[in-house]
């Protein structure tokens, strides 16, 4: 049923195996860093990212892209963990999950064409912020009286040396040899030297245990009222436009790396399956991993076996390799996740100011502020929209027209440029009714009427002309133009060899105001064949 592996490639087999335990060392650190970030116990991570790896890579819709428990998921769902419990996230998740699901089905995964590429350097900016500004609580410790402050002298001193070599073995290791995943390393040396030297370090362990077994199905224990309803919707919501966000721009940077095409209306229904199953299995919920799924393409993982192998391998190390994990610095997953902040930034969007359009900068600063102060499905679709409004200033403005006059003396104004709501304004000042001769000619040929307000602002240039006693005569309009006129469309004059043909773009009562008839031009008719 599921192209698992592709057929008479033997050698794919191995090479999405060992990628996948690449993936799966990865992902072991980030899920219990980000399971601290949600102020959850760090197997409910760790489950997410078994649960998301393994469903989504078997009916997600983009092979060789990982899911797993996500920063961006983790900070918005804090607030629910701390006032209401982790039960009622494990009921957001699901709710999630079929949010994701009807989405999918609604085939509305291709609007994510729709996001332009400053929306999307602003998202990953601000990701990264969010990411990083979520590591600072771990440089506070708690007192007698449960206040928090912020870490002094040598436990200060030891937290930011494990970090800064930490960083510096992601750094520099892949440089002298990329046989053994720098992050794993980073880790195991991290974690060998605090034990040797008896470092006064807070661990994994001193947060909470990670050892168990396999997650147990089991309905969220909360109460199945309107109320519970209403808290847990909103954050659902925001999690599933999250978690679909950042999933479809993921599958659009790995079909740029493997130029190949994933399916976005499968890949929302297979997030929406993995979230759903996730919550009822005790995780924390999640999406694509933008970093772990890069790992995996470059590791030459392209099938979907890549993706199960990773899931199946993190399960070994959840019931074999717990004690270890355990004794894991908390400073030493502050390195790594440091080091993924770094890798998320978009470097590259300094160098772009000055070189881009201004508003195209605006936008991407705008996204990455919105999305430190608010969320990232907030911040994307406002980015959306600013782009939008920026677009249609932008063409508004190109509206113009070239003046002449024909054989019998009339002037003829040819229209260029798109007619829309955004340049009905500068379509009117282009015309002077009280300047111009009786018989007047407006040519459309080389222009595109494309909504409603286009369809007003010609029947209201019609009354201009009317008022001054001359006549307007409209050429080369589409039938369902001259359709949807109403006081113009007796001027119109019809040749169905020229005239362009598309729709436009009105609501259904609008068009049905128009009586569906052909319009006859009462002064002129220019070779209706």
């Known amino acids: 049923m599921f192209n ?13 195996t060992l990628s996948g335990l690449t993936v799966a060392l990865a992902l072991v650190p980030e899920a219990v860093a980000f399971a601290f970030v949600a102020h959850v116990d760090p197997l409910v991570g760790l489950y997410a990212a078994f649960m998301m790896g393994l469903i989504t890579s078997i009916v997600g819709g983009r092979p060789g892209m990982i899911s797993g428990a996500t920063g961006a998921i983790a900070v918005v ?25 009807l989405f999918g089905l609604l085939k509305l995964g291709k609007f994510i064409r729709l996001v332009p590429h400053s929306v999307f350097l602003g998202f990953v900016n601000g990701l990264a ?16 009286e449960g206040i928090k402050t912020w870490m002094t002298g040598m436990p200060l001193f030891i937290m930011l040396g494990l970090i800064a070599l930490t960083m510096g073995i992601i750094y520099f290791l892949p440089r002298l040899t990329k046989a053994f995943p720098s992050t794993l390393a980073a880790i195991l040396i991290g974690s060998i030297l605090a034990l040797l030297f008896q470092l006064d370090t807070v661990t994994v362990g001193d ?18 009222t309107w109320e519970t309803f209403k808290i847990i ?8 436009m999250i978690g679909l966000i950042e999933s479809l721009l993921t599958l659009n940077l790995i079909d740029e790396l493997t130029e190949t095409r994933g399916q976005p209306n499968r890949e929302c229904v297979g997030q929406g399956i993995a979230n759903s199953v996730t919550g009822l299995f005790g995780g924390m919920g999640g999406c694509a991993m933008v970093g772990q799924s890069i790992i995996n393409i470059k590791s030459g993982g392209r099938g979907r076996f890549s993706g199960i192998s990773a899931a199946l391998f993190l399960l070994a190390f959840i019931l074999v390799a717990a004690p270890l994990v355990e004794r894991i610095p908390i400073a030493v997953l502050v390195g790594v996740m440091f080091m993924v902040v770094i890798g998320t930034f978009e470097w590259c969007s300094f160098r772009l100011i000055g070189k881009i359009p201004l508003s195209d900068t605006l936008v991407g600063i705008s996204v990455a502020v919105i999305t430190v102060f608010a969320d990232l499905a907030i911040a994307v679709i406002i980015g959306i929209i600013l782009s939008a409004l920026v677009f249609a200033w932008n063409h508004a403005r190109q509206i113009n027209v070239s003046t002449s006059y024909n054989k019998m003396g009339d002037k003829v104004y040819k229209l260029s440029g798109p007619l829309f709501f955004a340049s ?21 040929q080389h222009s595109r009427v494309a909504d409603h307000s286009a369809i007003q602002a010609i029947d209201k ?35 169905v060899v020229e005239d362009p043909n598309y729709h436009i773009a009105v609501d259904k009562e609008a068009f ?18």
């Open 4 to 16: 698992l592996i592709r057929k008479n490639a033997p050698e794919n087999l191995q090479n999405d």
């Open 77 to 101: 769902i804090v607030a629910l963990v701390l006032d209401h419990g982790l039960q009622y996230l494990l009921a957001a998740v699901i709710l999630m999950g079929i949010i994701q699901i």
């Open 129 to 144: 912020l969010v990411i990083f500004l979520a590591q600072l609580d771990h440089f506070k410790v708690t007192d007698a």
């Open 207 to 224: 947060k909470a245990s990670i050892a168990g077994g396999l997650p147990i199905p089991h309905i969220p224990e909360i109460p199945l």
């Open 233 to 240: 919707l909103p954050y659902s919501f925001i999690m599933a």
């Open 424 to 444: 009905t304004q500068n379509f009117q000042e282009l015309f002077t009714p009280s300047e111009d001769t009786d018989d007047v000619v407006v040519d459309f």
């Open 461 to 495: 240039l019609a009354e201009r002309y009317d008022k001054v006693h001359k006549r307007l005569h409209l050429k080369h309009l589409s039938p369902e133009c001259r359709l949807l006129l109403k006081k113009a469309g007796h001027l119109v004059e019809v040749n």
């Open 512 to 529: 049905s105001e128009v009586e569906i008839t052909e319009k006859i031009p009462s002064n002129r008719q220019t070779n209706p064949l």
